[in-house]
């Protein structure tokens, strides 16, 4: 514990802990089935954030899926005036008809300045039935909870990408 501990009270150690988390997580994802990457451009609430740039990356969770919707694990890194961010949460879209749209939320965690409990509403949208090409446009809207220094803020994005199937 002590050891945990101090490796965390270093500069900067949790973030290379976080980091560590995600990049293991993104390479297992390329193992996984229906993975898509998406661009992003959002806002976080937080005095020091305003205007969030990054990249997305979603896959469908291959250990249960519903008998309706998917369960699809995400991973979101970003920057922004207050520096690196980066989300790691457990999305719940259920599609609406055959419209290619799909609904949903997510729970999970996220990082700026600190661990925050992450709530988000998703929207995801296929239009490969028009383009020829499995493009993704999407947008979240979340609250995200902060522990300790972390700040608790409202964000938001848009998304566009491209959805690879194995």
Known sequence: MLKAQSICAKGGGMKKILIGIFVLVATAAFAANNFSVSGSIG???ATNNGLVAGIEATWDCRL??????RLRPTIDVEFGGGGFQAAALMRYLVP???TGLGLGGGV?????QGVQAYFR????YR???YLGAPVVLGADVGYAYG???APQELVAHIKAGYCFEF
Not at 108 to 112: I, K, S
């Open 127 to 129: 239009l490969d039935r």
């Open 64 to 69: 249960y899926q519903p008998e309706k919707g």
């Open 108 to 112: 999970g965690l996220r990082y700026d």
């Open 43 to 45: 806002y976080a609430s």
């Open 147 to 149: 522990f300790g220094a």
């Open 96 to 98: 609406v008809g055959k």
């Open 121 to 124: 509403g998703d929207l995801m």
